[in-house]
């Protein structure tokens, strides 16, 4: 399967010619890649090679396969975590400013208000503003009350303001529901990325380390049999020194 010009090979896969440093020999690739691949090329030889583009695309088969047997099926979550494995893409990034800026204005003012009624700064300016309304409708203005004890206007108000504002509150906390959804599922897709990377490698350390386990295995029996073959040539010279030394 060589190509002899510029060092180039094959790939048997999509039979086309590649650099050296872009494809893998056949025979390092682990063995639940290689039964995915012969589904497909039932020609496939260990002898040969395959470029990391296919090799990529099954491995990502191979996840594929494997997370729905584990967990029975694919979500729309666990889809975008295999296509992003597939094609080696970075799947971490920041939610809190891709959510916000896909907010519409009313939304943004929504969580602009719940901030600003959520604190110190509102309790303070609201509750000056009321003692302020107190003081204009019993000191300030002796004769000329606008809201006259026991301050019907300012009730008023008050139920006006809260009955506006509880509702503004809970739109902004059902968007920050929605991200931390949004968060909840995002950090499944990672951990489950992770795993999925974790468990690649492990096998990759693992086919690594049983080629060079029969490497040494290999190296050893070639050792044992040229001890034995030192061995017996050694016994071989030590009869021919002993018969000759008899007839001597």
């Not at 080629?211 to 021919?240: D, F, P, Y």
Request: hydrophobic share 40%.
């Amino acid at each position: 399967m060589a190509d002899q010009q510029d060092g180039d090979v094959v790939c048997q896969v999509c039979h086309e010619s590649k650099p050296r440093d872009e494809v893998v020999p056949a025979r390092l690739v682990r063995a639940s890649v290689i039964d995915t691949i012969r589904k497909e090329y039932p020609d496939w030889s260990p002898d040969g090679y395959i470029c990391l583009t296919d090799l990529q695309h099954f491995r990502g088969l191979r996840v594929r396969n494997l997370v729905e047997e584990e967990l029975g099926g694919l979500s729309a979550a666990e889809e975008e975590v295999v296509k992003s494995f597939e094609a080696q893409q970075v799947l971490a990034r920041n939610l809190n400013d891709e959510f916000d800026r896909n907010l519409a204005l009313g939304q943004r003012v929504a969580d602009r208000v719940a901030d600003f009624g959520g604190s110190w700064a509102f309790i303070g300016s609201f509750g000056g503003i009321i003692v302020l309304w107190i003081a204009l409708n019993s000191v300030a203005l002796l004769t000329h009350h606008f809201d006259p004890f026991p301050f019907i206007l300012l009730n008023l108000v008050l139920s006006c303001l809260a009955a506006m504002q509880a509702p503004v509150i809970m739109m902004s906390q059902n968007r920050q529901e929605a991200k931390d959804r949004l968060r909840a599922e995002h950090d499944y897709q990672v951990n489950l990325r992770a795993e999925l990377e974790i468990r690649a490698l492990s096998a990759r350390l693992d086919e690594l380390l049983r080629h060079q386990w029969q490497g040494l295995l290999e190296i050893q029996q070639v050792q044992t049999e040229m001890m034995e073959e030192l061995t017996r040539h050694a016994t071989a010279q030590a009869s021919t020194d002993t018969g000759g030394q008899g007839k001597g």
